[in-house]
């Protein structure tokens, strides 16, 4: 067993193919790898001296070579409606969030992806907040393996099993790519939560080079935040337009399943009074979509502090709704849960740590890098 130079792994990160690594590189047989991701996926063991397939030479070489740890559970809040939600410390003094919400036929988790979000869509807490540091794989597995124990220690019904996951919490994934794919691949790898391909959904406000990227390492399902059916309109609500407008995001959303016909993109649309809801906007859209084969998903707004923005009313996304429709776009409602704990999107907020000036010019000149000009 040859000896690591680095600090040591945290194991709870690695994918099949870089388990494998592991192992490989300390002298050990590719198959360990598949053990390892069973005891700390499927079983929830992450202290290697109960995992008892091992031999006691190699458990014992585990402890002093590798890791196993997970952030500090700092909350848990139950809203009448059964949803959970989850506050986790990481290692540095950052916080995120993570919610589970039940319905009928399937459960779905939604998880972040990085502490706060560059991009500074104007209706939108997280992007609000600033930007502070991408997630590591670890800590972006780790809410779905904290999801699971708790659910499990509160009941175990078949309500409160994980059976979709949402990467819909704080952050844009896509700009997280090397850290968001192999937490991806545990969520779909057998030996580790087996969750089809169908079921996790990576959301984007339109990263386009990255959702080109996204298409060849996974078959995830993908999810765009388009909130506006023109450029004008998109560059105010989701500035990243302005570096990547509507036509060029629309080829990659045609390209992204154009190898399986029977799957689609979905377009998130958040429902803001006044401003993006009106019929005009719905026939927009319908002329938009014309040849991109998606499903739209209305979301009400969620307001929070210092917003200026209202959600629409109900008869107002329901005519919207009804136009789109008509034009034969499959558009769903999304219902509003939690909202006694504040488990809602663009409401996970958790905390971002250094607000330091210093840091805040950082990070606007990070922003402009990504969004090509002053934001
Ligand atoms: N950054 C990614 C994923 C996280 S945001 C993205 O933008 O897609 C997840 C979803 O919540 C996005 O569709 C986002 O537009 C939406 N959202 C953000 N703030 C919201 C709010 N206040 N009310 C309703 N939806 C919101
Ligand atoms: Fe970031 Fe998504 Fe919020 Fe925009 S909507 S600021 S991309 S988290």
Known sequence: MTALSAAKPNLLGLDRKAMRAFFEQIGEKPYRADQLLKWIHAVGVTDFSHMTNLSKPLRDALTHLAEITLPEVIYEKAAADGTYKWLLRLY????????????????????????????NCDFCSTGKQGFNR??????????????????????????HIVTNVVMMGMGEPLLNVPNVVPALNLMLDDFAYGLSKRRVTVSTSGVIPAIYQLREETDVALAVSLHAPNDELRNKLVPLNKKYPLKELMAACRDYFK?????????????????????????????????VKAKMNLIPFN???????????????????????????NTTVRRTRGDDI????????????????????????AAKKVIGESV
């Open 92 to 119: 540095d003094g950052n916080c995120i969030e993570t919610v589970f919400i039940p319905e009928k036929t399937r459960g779905t988790l939604c998880i972040s992806s990085q502490v706060g979000c560059i991009l």
């Open 134 to 159: 991408n997630l590591s794989t670890a800590e972006i597995i780790s809410q779905l393996w904290v999801a699971v124990r708790k659910l499990s220690e509160n009941g175990g019904k078949h309500d």
């Open 259 to 291: 190898d399986d016909r029977r799957r689609s993109v979905t377009m998130e649309y958040v429902m803001l009074k006044g401003v993006n809801d009106q019929p005009e906007h719905a026939r927009q859209l319908v002329k938009l979509l014309s040849d």
């Open 303 to 329: 307001p929070f502090p210092h917003t200026d923005y209202e959600r629409s009313d109900d008869a107002t996304i329901a005519r919207f709704q009804h136009i789109l429709m008509e034009a034969d776009i």
């Open 342 to 365: 504040d488990a809602a999107c663009g409401q996970l907020v958790g905390q971002v740590k250094d607000k330091t000036r210093r840091h805040q010019r950082y990070l606007n000149d």
